[in-house]
Structures are given as C-alpha cells and as structure tokens.
C-alpha cells in the first residue's frame, strides 16, 4: 500500500451523470428501444418438463390467431451452432442455441416463441399451442445423486476444485476445540428490476441487437457462434442496464429466440421477458451443501479447516460457483482441506451472481468460526484478530494489502462492539431479544483486458468511448471523473458513450472489475492525449519543456499549466488536424498473478426477534470496508450499501423454491421471492477506509461491488445467535428456525 | 390473456356469466396467467361507494378502497382492528387500489395455483393437488382436505370475521340477501374450486359492521418481513371484559385455512372465563386439537398457539409489557 496521491476529481461524491436522463425517462435500456420499423413483440413457450422430448407440438391454432407473425418451434426454427458449440469462448460466448431440436434440457426452456404485433396477441396466442412430451428420467436434486458429483473443470472464484494443505485429517484429530457443521445455503435469482429482454433488428447481414447484458463482446461472441455469422456483422447496443448482479453476464434465450424471428420476419422482433420467464430463462444460484470442519488450540488459534461444497451444475452449462473461497484467505491455519464438486443436473442454467463464492461462502464460514470462537470462550471479534494471517492461507502468496483486521477493528468503533461473554438470550427490550453479531466481509480483487479511446476537441469538449456497461453502478459517473482527473478538464466538458460495441473493446461489468479494469484504459487514453498535448506544446514555446504533466489543465479551450497557456487550436493547426485523439489499453499483470488481491470488511449487525412469533428483524447495520482508493464517495457507498441489503436478503429471505419432482421453480414472482425492500432495511452506516493500493491499478482502486453483500449475512445470522442461542445450520433464516429457542409463554 | 368484454358498471346491478372487476390488483393478474379467463368483465371499481354509519351500524360500500377504510376515523376509533389489518396487508399502492368487496375475493398465493403446468383442483377441478407433497409452507393446518390445503390470503377478511361483518349481495335475478363475513367464503371439502359462496353473477354491494362491536381490539400478522408480506398466519381478537371476565370473545385466524378461520372452540373456552394465562393456553389447545400439518408447515401449529396465547394476553392486558 502506499499513499494515495491528492485528487480534484477522483473521489468527489459527484451526482450521476447519468441522473437526469433516468429520472427524465431519456435514458434508454434494451426494450425502450424504437427503431424506424415498429417492431413485433415475442413471447416464450416454456416447457413443463424438465428432461425429455417433445413428441408432438400443435402450432396452427395459435398461427391463426389475432396478429400473429410467426410461430417458432424447433421444426422451423432456423439452423444454428449446436448448443455450446465454440466452447473455447467460454460460456458467455459460446453458442447459445435455442430450438434446435426436440430435446428438452432443463424445465421452463423454450419450446416455442410466439411473435405477434402486440404482446397480449403473443401471450393469447402461447396458451393456444398444445405440446405433448416424452418426459426421461432426470437430476433435478444433487444431493440425492451425490454419487455422481464430480470436480468441476473450472470454478468460479477459485483456480483449483481442491485444495490440500497439511494434513487436515491429523490436525484435526488433534485440535482441542473443534467444529464438524453442515450448512445449507438456498437457490437464488437475482430479480434486476430490468427483466432479460432484447430487441433484434437486421439489415442485410448485419445483425443489430439491444439487449441488457453486462458484457458486450461476449454477447458478440455468443450472437456470431449460435447463429454463425461473423462477429463484424452482429452489434450489441447496452447504452443503460437496469441492473445485473450477473444474472446479465451473457446472453439469454429471448436475444437468440428475438435474433432469429427477426430475421424470419425481416422485421424487428421485441421481447421483455416476464418476471415469471426471468425465473427460468435467466440464469440463477444453485443450492448448496457446505460441510465446514474447524479445529483450534484451546487458546482459540484456528489450527484446521476444511470446507466442502456440493451444488448443482446445470447439464451443458459449464459453472460451479467457489463457495470455499473465502475460507481459503481469511484466517490463518495449518492444515486446510477445500472440496467443490458438482453433479450435472437437469435444471436452468446456474451461473455467477451477487459475490459467486463468497456471498455463500461467508454466509457458512463466517457463522462457523464464530461458532467455534464461543465454543473457545474468545470474543468473535479478538478470535478473528488473532487468527489473521500473514500470508494467503490456502496459497502461500503475499497479499497485495491486507487490512482486514483495520476494518474489523473500525467496524467495531462505528457500530460500538462490546467485547465480553454474552449469553444468548440476555438482551431485552420489551418482547423483543436482542442480538448482536459480526463477520469479515472478503471478495478477490480482479482486473480484466480492457480499452478505451478519448477525443479531445478544440474547444475542449472530450469524447471517452468504450464498450463498457453502467449497470447501474455509476460507470458513466466514474469514468468521467478519471478522464476530468487526467486532462485537468470541467466533468460538464465531457461526454462517456459506453454500451457499443462500436467503440473499444472491454471486459464489460462483471466481478467487481468494472471499474479499475475500464477505468485504468479510460486514464491511459486520456494521458496519452495530455502528453502529446505537453509534447506539442513544447515543440511551439520552448517554455512547456520539463513541465509536469500532472499539472496540465484544460480550460475554455486552452491547454494551461503553471502560469503557461496555449489554444487547443493553435496546437491542433501545428499539428494539422482536428482533434487529439487517445487510446488506452489495460491488461492484468504480474501483480494479479503474483500476489493475492482483496478488498475487505467487518460488518455488525443488530437484530431483534419477537419472543413471541420468532419473526426476525434487522435493526442495525454498520460496515467498515477497504476497496482501495474510493473512485466517487457517493456511489461507492451505495454500492457498500446495496451489497448489505442483498446480505440482509440472503439470511433472511431470498429463497428460490425448487420443486424437486418436476425441476421447476415455484415462487416465480416478487411477492414470493422475498428481497429485502425499505421497510426491512435499516438504517446502513457505511464506512470506507480509503486507501491506495499501487498492485491493483494505477488508480489504486479495488473491486466495490460485490464487497458488501460479503460478511452482512452472517453478521445477521451470529446476532440472532446472541438474540436466541440459535446456531443456523441453514440460510435464509425463517422464523419457525427459532420457535424451539423462543422463551416458553 | 383470453380476449374478453369489457364494460363499466352504470350502477349496482347484477348478471349471471360476468365477472366483477374491483381493483384488479389479483384478478387482472391471474388473467395474464390465463388462470382466470372471464369472458364478460364489468368493471365495478367506480360505482360510489363510501363509509355511513346507519343505526350505530358502519356501511362500507363494496368500491371502498382498503386504504380508504383504514384511515376512516370512525373506523380508526370503533373496529380498529379492521384498520389494523387493512393496513399490514400489501402496499399503500396496492391499498390504494384495492376494494373492500374485491378483497375478500382474492384468490389463494398457493405456488401451484399459480403454475398452470402443475395439478390443482382449484384451478382445475380433478387434477389433483401437487401442494400436498410439495412447498407447502404457507399452506392450511384447519379445515382443509386432500383436494386442496391452500390458504385464503386476506388480512382484510379475518377481520371483518371477527367483527361479524355481514356481507350484503344482489343476484342476477336482482334478489338482494345477506351472508355472514363469516360464511361468505368456505372451506375446500371436494370442491376447492369454489372459493366462497356467492352464486354466479352475484355482486357484492356492501358490508356492515354492527354496532357495539367489543371494545377490546387487536390484529396481529405474523410476517416474514416488515414490508409486503401476506401472513404466515394472523389473528384478530375482539372481546368485553367485565370484573375481568371475557365475554363476547370472537377470535378470527388468518394464513391457517381456506377461509378466515372462526375459532369457535377458543372462543367457547374462554366466554366468561376469568383472564387467566392457563385459559388461554386451553383455548389455544382446544382449538388446534384437529390441527393437521402438511411438512413444510407444521410449524403453524407451535406458532398459532403462541399467537393465540400472546395476543389474549395483550387484549386483555394481562402483561402490560409491551413489545418496543
């Protein structure tokens, strides 16, 4: 770590730039978007099996309804790549096929799109299709086939499925204190506001597709593989998301379905999948089985730990999520055993969101070590100071910055931590317990290729274009903060254009990289814009040599530094042209490989549970975090704040209920898949450490997103320990968990 | 969504093969999901409707939107737990839409209800039910049968059942009658299909709560979450007491069966018994002695009786101790 060097722009609590355009309406996401040809709208038959065959579809009636175009089924749909075809693009990019034959692979796929001119003529007309199945037996439940779990290929958030260190076994035997717990953590669907949608347009060729995804040239990739064409002629246009949590990484069944209708009907095709649809034909987080084993010295210094996961991978589609990652590079231990395995499973595809691995993966691990912390007779607090490491505990590997132990410690200020015993239980006010409990918030620092071009006018107006995503995150915000931080130059001076493919290609939003990745290319391209602008200018008046370029200022079209002052156009005229023009270019170095990169946190929480109904309340929140240098204070901590509340949602709430006989998920809309909404959110306090780390980015920044939601789960799930006495051994926790610890009446 | 007519109601008035649109905030729903496909939908929602009190009795109009209701003062004042239990049922937008005759006609959250690919006898009489071995947390432990164990989800009737509301209808053969709160929706027995008892193209017009209604008052929802939740099961107690001496006991649960559940048993335990925190509990075992968990929802059972037990207490003031 090293200081963090004096700022005008960087950091500033600037509002959206963006702000206006969304609250005015003029922002445009995927479906708002209206070309000069009206388009049709489609709509998704689904299956109502989970693994089989369509033996018989019966379209002519829904044909001949009210405004129908067209009615694709497998029989006529148009040919693609197979399925996961191109598999080296990996799974964003890969072929995503959809209609490609009679097999039906997980329960609410495609059977059949509907495209009619108004969406109450394609959804009449999808009820009027009779599809007859050959339903196979199928994996719908991985623990009940644990026979066949297997290690997955690739995991993400971690590069091994296993992970030995020590001999776990030994160790354990021997530790004095030790914790043998089973946890299980429920299926999850992100639930953006913006539902998966898409609208496909052809011209000739050229495929034009705006969709809400996060990534643009994997939704590139993905578009040219299944329908192959070449990449050149498919565009993807993302200017707005109306969030992600990765359930937009890649592609969905309705882009391909509206991609190919569209080019049937030579017309643009529109859909907006339905809430109902998201919950199928959008990606979501498979339950899991964590058995997490813990040993320690009686004095409380955690000696072994093994943590093995079982989840489902959907069949064909390449993801396993790391639960165990957070355990690898938390605390220090001897002896350490890490197992992921998966069983292949007929169900929707399961895939990254909100914190792969560690939104899990704290949720059991950091519920387990304040179990064994009382169990020790330490403090939560001091058995998790104690037991810091100084090197990656799974790894070996230096950290890059390691200041865990600092968040922990000022979480504890700002939330006001009492050290001591409590017995569980103690705490009353009135009928309500009270609890108190924490946990370490830790998510892996990453950094992806990405790059950025900049325009500089001679009136000094600045262009900064990339293929980035604002998700809703504050992208356009930050990046113009970086670029008016490099040039010295007025923020109202410039304009980001993100979500083109058109423009350079980025790794787009994802993973929490967004916006060091991004908006390191953003600072390069702006810099090498100011140097040649220095360069120049020295060229013209000897008196620009030696000047420091980080003093360089753009206003009212000069180019000024200390006490020296030149016209854009005067230099542009030497130089002959119109405007100065940079590119930017970042890749993960040495430092990403070398060394083991988190942001970090300690999260408190405050709950109340009624005496007499067990009903669970969370009344406190308080946060202490380290993401490096903070880009804008203000979204930064909304994004902090937005992190808690899904961690509020996870132990309490969030629950996708998968009926196991048929594959299908059955709490399909916002009323029965709870997320934590204003009346369950308390009030959030937010601290941000602000540091600097050098080994992340030139920026110094770290990955803020998915940081919060780390750590506030089981910080809730140990206070309803201190309120109740009750150890979870599952999440989310419901009120009837606590009814056998509720005071008799 | 089936293509239908549409028409707005000049004035109360009934006929057969129509369907009444209130608020639309279930029904137009469960039209989208081609659950409900009525053929002639008369909208309703603006026919004048408003709150008077007739010999000591209130009169709502059936258009009278729950939020509306909740914050009439003479309700506020005299059948607070109406306004208690209007109040932690859906959203202010949706309270705000939503009418007094439409919700007690709301259809059941059941997830299978819901998913026309799966069995239900009330969406579709003779499928089956796939509740019944299936999520069926939030499902009936009264009165419910092996056609069907889905829960009734308003808070808005439970209470208007412990108030003894009267629900006032006309028919289609312009014949008005008048059905007890109580009885106006029924019990699944072989025809779950038949959430209540009015006849087709019947309209309810408006409900009355008598005079004189027990001056002790509480609604009580247990919830998953603070904000809009249906209940994992509620109660509304209204009872006198007299030389501490309960009398006019009516006790109403919600989130337990098919219907707002009259506890008739607890109700008898308790008539003119001392307040007592062992009659209360005999209450509570008197009336959950047939109570039948499905799995998911056993824990109904325990919970139930810790609500009846607190919420009597609470009523009757026997523990001044206040939750915060």
Redo the contacts between chains.
Sequence with gaps: MNDQPTTKWIGQPLDRVDGPAKVTGAATYAADYRGDQQAAIGFIVEATIGSGKVSQIETAEAEAADGVHLVMTHQNAPEQAPFGDNADAGRFGMSHAVLQNDEVRYYGAPVAFIVADTLEQARYAAGLIKVTYQADDSVFDAFEHEDDAFAPDSLDGAEEADVDKGDFDAVFAESAETLDATFHTAAQHAAAMEPHATVAEWDGDKLTVHIAVQILSSARKAFANTLKIDPANVRIVTPFVGGGFGSKLGVHSEGVLAALAARKLQRPVRIAQTRRHVFSNGPHRTNHRQRIRLGASADGKLLSVAHETLGAMSRDYPFAEAAASPTMASYAADAMKIRHRVVAANIPHVDSMRAPGEAIGTLTYESAIDELAVQCGIDPLEFRLQNEPKQEPASGKEFSSRTLARCLREGAELFGWETGPVEPGALRQGRLLIGRGLAAAIRPNMMQPAEAAAELYRDGRLTVELDMTDIGTGTYTILTQIAAETLGLDPNAIAVRLGDTDYPKTCGSGGSFGAGSTGTAVSKACASIRDTIIDRAARLDGDWAGVNSGDLRIENGNAVVAGRSLALGAILDAIGGDSFKGKGQVEPGKAHEDLAQYSYGGVFAEVSVNADTGEIRVRRLSGAFDAGRILNEKTARSQLMGGMIFGLGAALMEESLMDMRFGSFMNRDLAEYHIAVNRDVPRLEVKMLDTFDQNSNPLGSKGIGELGICGTGPAIANAIYAATGYRTRKFPIHLEDVLDHLPAL | ???FSFERAEKASASAGVRYLGGGTNLVDLM???IERPERLVDVSRLPGDIRESDGAIVIGASVTNAALSADPLIRQRYSLLSTALLSGATQQLRNKATTGGNFLQRT?C??F??T??ACNKREPGSGC?AL???NRFHAILGASEHCIAVHPSDMAVAMAALDAEVRTIKADGEGRTIPATDLLRLPGDAPERDHVLDDGELIVEVRLPANPPARQLYRK?????????A?VSIAVALDMEDNVMKNVRIALGGVAHKPWRAEKAERALEGAFVD?SVF?QAADAELQDAVGRGDND?KI??VR??I??ALRDVTDLSK????
């Design positions: 969504m089936t293509p989208k999901l081609e959250r997830h299978y819901y998913d690919a799966r796939d071995e299936g999520h247990v919830r998953d979450r603070a904000s809009y939740a249906f994992v925190a509990a824990f325990p919970i810790r609500l037990i607190t101790e206040h939750s915060a």
